[in-house]
């Protein structure tokens, strides 16, 4: 009898121990998920940005002969969130000048905030224009398992989970 209350005893003491470790993993699942979306977003969007048209419907074969990476920043915005709405299942809910709101289709998420910076300069080497793009998305993060979800409410502070990425457009010769 005093062995069998020893192995429910260690039974329920390693629940309790290896519960925030599997909570961990998750946690860590979850920041390479959303790297690997930031990633695979901006790539679909980079290509499908570049300015080769001004308003009047024109194709500027300036840009594109002097290799200068020149972003179309509301395409750019556009592109990125329908890529971003596919890799994380989520769904655009409001844009607000370089800020998107995203909601989760299932709950599995609370909503992210994705910040896009598009700065562009003049490359001292080359003469290129060069682009810059700064995306960061953060998002409060949902603890799955009981015990943290009571930690979490007795706390008053929030676990963010966070993804940034610095990318550099350029067009090579």
Known sequence: MKNIAIGILLIILLS???EPMVETANVLREKILLGS???TSFR???DRSFIVSDDSGEIQYDSRRELDAIVDKNLFMQHFSEAFEDAMDLELSSVNGNELVFVCKKGKYNNFTVIIDIN???DSTTGQV???VIVTAESKYN???KYLKLAESSLS???MLKGERKF???VRN
């Open 44 to 46: 679909a969007a980079k």
């Open 120 to 122: 562009e300069r003049t």
């Open 16 to 18: 309790i121990i290896i």
């Open 168 to 170: 550099l457009l350029f």
């Open 130 to 132: 060069v682009s810059e």
């Open 157 to 159: 502070t929030d676990y």
């Open 143 to 145: 603890f799955k398992t």
């Open 37 to 39: 979306a930031l990633n």
